[in-house]
């Protein structure tokens, strides 16, 4: 079974200062992950996605994401937070027909 | 061009009453799936089509739950005798294919359903 476990509901991060949004996988097969952001009353809107192709994914908007085996970890970073980037951040991992998502994190970017 | 619509936006009903919430998928994208979003809590796989055909409903909570896609295009979920606990939001989400693993899904703007 596939399952993502997103450490931390809130993160709060100064203007310019570096974002690590957290996500841990499950997962019984070679996992494709995604990371989706969801801005109010808007739906998710795709940020980046592993295939196995590359361990490090660059995602739209600075973000990007590293794939540890190791560690069983995808977590979304970007170098320097802008005020846009205040949203609700998904994790998800691809399992069968469907994907299973955690419970979210809110980024919020104080000015 | 135009991305997956769902409406209405907003549904306010009382319980025991039936409702119906549309989607209409991107143009040409064949795989189409409904989720479910309460309130500080990740989308929850309801039900999957290939197609005109469910090819997955395993998340659908209980028989009051229906979804129709009869022409391979709009789908239709439908909730029997409503119940509080069914307000959340409902999000719609379609994909070029579903065989393949990688292949993103492109989510609506979901219908909030609230259930007094």
């Known amino acids: 079974a596939q399952s993502v476990t997103q450490l931390g509901s809130h993160v709060s991060v100064s203007e310019g200062a570096l974002v690590l949004l957290r996500c841990n996988y499950s997962?019984?097969?070679?996992?494709?992950l995604f990371w989706y952001v969801q801005y109010p009353n808007q739906g998710l809107q795709l940020l980046l996605k592993?295939?196995?192709?590359?361990?490090l994914v660059k995602g739209i908007n600075g973000f990007e994401a590293e794939f540890k085996k190791s560690e069983t970890s995808f977590h979304l970073t970007k170098p320097s937070a802008h005020m846009s980037d205040a949203a609700e951040y998904f994790c998800a991992v691809r399992g069968g027909n469907q994907f299973y998502f955690g419970t979210g994190t809110s980024l919020t970017v104080i000015p | 061009g135009a991305g997956v619509s769902q409406t209405p936006s907003n549904k306010v009903t009382e319980k025991g009453k039936y409702v119906e919430l549309r989607c209409d998928p991107i143009s040409g994208h064949t795989a189409l799936y409904w989720y479910r979003q309460s309130l500080g809590q990740g989308p929850e796989f309801l039900i999957y089509?290939?197609?005109?055909?469910?090819?997955?409903d395993s998340g659908l909570p209980n028989d009051r739950f229906f979804a129709v896609r009869p022409e391979g295009s709009v789908s239709t979920l439908k909730i029997q005798r409503t119940e509080r606990g069914d307000s959340a939001v409902y999000l719609c989400?379609?994909?070029?294919?579903?065989?393949?693993?990688?292949?993103?899904?492109?989510f609506g703007p979901g219908t909030r359903l609230t259930v007094l």
């Open positions: 997962s019984s097969v070679p996992p494709y």
């Open positions: 592993y295939t196995s192709a590359a361990t």
């Open positions: 989400a379609s994909s070029t294919r579903g065989g393949a693993a990688y292949n993103e899904q492109f």
């Open positions: 089509f290939q197609g005109t055909g469910a090819a997955d």
